[in-house]
């Protein structure tokens, strides 16, 4: 990994950027962070992902060693001293080191370290999330495990523990999809591994509440944008027979934006292709995210 990183307050080469072994954030997943994305030196939605930041960090009783302005300030640094047209940001918080017991007070320094990353993911080929001429429908399976219950930890943390997603991951890569999307313990759609779900019948937009799935930043920007396009805009709850016989299903996140889905299960959802309104909003949304005209 090359670049620049943020590490203790300390802007370092990332070959030199280390941490310990004994950082609880290793040792346990005990941590928080948040990803964004910039264009140039504009981060998109940057307040929000600090908020939220500090709103997962409150909830499991971590410092945040620098105030919400000088963490602002030290991304957009980050950002800058990388120098790149389009990036992807990774700001995370862990209990830092101390001895390997489960004891938090053995953790006093937490560790803050902020990557700054070009959009490509360098083992895969999709494209850096921005605007291209086709653009495709991803595939989708129902992942046999379940979303983690906001009764066991509370879905709006976005804790360093993704372990039930990567297994859903594994489940899509074995079945040659996309991506998978999780139900909670219900049996109601939650969220895919790292977006938000969305449905659309007619002029409707559906998507589930907030209890079991993540507080999405792109989830909320969408449903502002949709209802000033005068969508109407539902939370509600969704089965995998509402995604199935819904006009669009696309999902939504910091990383991909939104992102057409064109089959879920097996199922061919509308004709396959992405949906006017996906389309739509997708190209508004990437365009403020990305800095080019909304046209
Ligand atoms: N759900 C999960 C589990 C995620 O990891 C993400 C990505 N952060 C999202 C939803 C989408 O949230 P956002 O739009 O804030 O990136």
Known sequence: ???????????????????SVYDHGFLYGDGIFESMVAAGESVFRLEQHIDRFYRSAAALRLHVPV?????????????????????????VLSRGPGYPSLDPRVSQQPTLVILVHPRTIPERDEGDGTEQTEVRAI???????RRIPSEAIDARIKACNYINHILAR?????????DAILLDTHGYVAEATAANVFAVYSENILTPPLGNILEG????????????LKYTVLERHLTPYDLFVADEVFLTSTFGGVIPVGKV???????????????????????????????
């Open 139 to 145: 595939t989708v399976i129902l992942a046999s495990v």
């Open 170 to 178: 594994f489940e899509a890569i074995d079945a040659g999809a996309d």
């Open 217 to 228: 930043i792109t989830r909320a920007t969408v449903m502002d944008i949709a209802r000033e």
């Open 1 to 19: 990994m090359e670049g620049v990183v943020y590490l203790n307050g300390e802007y370092l080469p990332a070959k030199d950027a280390m941490i």
């Open 67 to 91: 105030t919400k302005t000088e963490l602002a300030n030290a991304v957009r640094e980050t950002v800058r001293r990388n120098n790149l047209p389009l990036s992807y940001i990774r700001v």
């Open 265 to 295: 299960a097996g199922r061919t959802i509308g004709n396959g292709n992405p949906g006017p309104i996906t389309l739509r909003l997708r190209t508004i949304i990437h365009a403020m995210r990305d800095g080019k005209p909304v046209s």
